[in-house]
């Protein structure tokens, strides 16, 4: 039953009560800025429910969706990657599948393949799980570089080719995909040009003592259960997403003000190759994405760029090896800290367009 | 000496200033007047309030910087902000809505820029 509620200009569909007794609706269509952030605040209430003290990072998945980007977890063993991965997964209602990424996964087992089917006496095409809209892909970097090669390929392309057919992947498609820093044993390092790829790296720290507490707290009473209502349909997302890239205007001074910034991360001394124009668009991208879930403002600022600035550029960036040997050694960061101060000193650098 | 040389080339390097100053594009100012006139007064009172201002510094890293300062100006200053913004990057007119923070703020600004 669809139930068309004028007043604030969703379409939304009838689905249960949940546990605490409010009936939840799934998001249907967008019409209006407001109705993005309306979408974002759905999924961060759904993920709240069960992931604690990781807001940020679970605003920047929400801002990859609504932007059409894929997105890279990464972080220590056991710090929640796949569970915030599933959470997010769970309160969407799209068809979503995960991949368990190791070193004997071949590209068949993502993209399909062609099985001989003797009633029919023909080959047939058995679809892979890449047809979905949303996959997880835990671990990404235990998978061959030949199925790297080709799951990043149907990123990008959004399209697949199998025997020489190609085939649209669903709309909307978002890849998730989580990697943690520490281990090299068995694991093939993701090339530069296929991070690119990822709109934003989410880089997840160790929680706070009060936030650990509060986790162990909902562990203490719910165990491993996990009950998410999902809460916008993909063709909401759809909408959503393009909303975003034609209501929100980015001004040709933040344009200029974006392009500068990404520009900046090329001229400086610890980098040995800066962010490419992808990431520039991806910057803008991730910008107007940040204007509309944070207050529903249909153009950008500089405080959005600033805000998305680091999850947007952190992947892009080569560092020079003396410099990286140099980072790398502070294990605490992981080498993070330094790729903070080449990006913050980049945004230093670029005068405020107003 | 050298401070105040170095704190002169920066200002000369952001926009806010150079908005104030009206020289931010071809000599003739983009904005109302009522949005030079507040930026002016933001400008001037947290200078004087000792912030720190840089190239890369926003609109709202200064009004936020004066939130804390004034408690009792948060409000206006929020308003202002929105408006500012949504006149300088959205392209919009002033709302007549918001008269009455430009007002607000002038007021204020002029008491404080006096003492």
Do not use: C
């Amino acid at each position: 039953m669809i139930i068309n509620i004028t007043q604030v200009g969703l379409h939304l569909v009838r689905t249960k009560w949940d546990a605490r007794g409010f009936m939840k609706m799934k998001l249907e269509k967008v019409e209006k800025i407001s109705d993005i952030q309306h979408i974002a605040t759905e999924i961060d209430t759904e993920i709240r429910r069960y992931v604690v003290g990781y807001e940020e990072v679970t605003r920047n998945l929400i801002i990859s969706l609504l932007s059409g980007g894929h997105v890279l977890l990464e972080g220590v063993p056991g710090i929640a990657k796949t569970y915030l991965a599933k959470a997010f997964s769970g309160s969407l209602s799209m068809s979503m599948k995960r991949i368990q990424a190791t070193p004997d996964l071949m590209p068949a087992d993502i993209v399909g393949t062609r099985i001989y089917n003797p009633k029919a006496l023909e080959f047939e095409f058995k679809q892979g799980p890449i047809f979905s809209n949303l996959i997880v892909v835990d671990e990404i970097s235990r998978a061959p570089p030949k199925t790297q090669s080709a799951l990043l390929e149907a990123m990008q392309e959004k399209q697949v080719t199998v025997d020489g057919s190609t085939l649209e992947l669903k709309a909307p498609f978002i890849v998730v995909a989580t990697k943690n820093p520490i281990e090299f044993e068995g694991t093939f390092p993701l090339p530069e040009a296929q991070l690119d790829r990822f709109l934003m790296r989410l880089i997840m720290n160790y929680q706070g003592q009060k936030e650990e507490v509060e986790m162990l707290r909902r562990k203490n009473i719910k165990g491993e259960e996990i009950d998410i209502t999902p809460v916008v349909k993909a063709s909401a997302v759809l909408s959503a997403q393009k909303l975003l890239h034609t209501s929100i205007k980015a001004s040709d001074d933040m344009l200029e003000y974006i392009a500068e910034i990404v520009r900046k991360t090329r001229d400086n001394d610890k980098v040995m190759l800066g962010a490419s124009p992808r990431a520039s668009v991806a910057l803008l991208y991730a910008s107007k994405g940040y204007a509309a879930i944070s207050e529903g403002r249909n153009y950008v600022v500089p405080d959005d760029v600033k805000a998305v600035a680091f999850d947007v550029l952190n992947h892009r960036l080569i560092l020079r090896p003396d410099v990286m040997m140099e980072s790398t050694k502070s294990r605490e960061s992981w080498g993070y800290g330094l790729l903070h101060d080449i990006i913050r000193e980049s945004i230093e650098q670029v005068s405020v367009r107003v | 000496m050298i401070i105040i040389i170095a704190q002169i080339i920066l200002l000369n390097r952001n926009y806010l200033f150079k908005i104030i100053k009206g020289n931010e594009g071809n000599g003739t100012s983009r904005y109302d007047r009522k949005v030079k006139t507040a930026l002016k007064s933001i400008y001037r009172i947290s200078i004087s309030r000792g912030f720190n201002f840089r190239t890369s510094t926003t609109i709202r890293e200064v009004t936020g910087f004066l939130q804390v300062q004034f408690p009792d100006q948060s409000t206006i200053l929020t308003q202002l902000t929105r408006s500012l913004e949504s006149h300088i990057y959205g392209s919009k007119y002033i709302e007549s809505d918001d008269n009455k923070y430009y007002a607000g703020w002038a007021t204020f600004s002029k008491n404080e820029m006096g003492r």
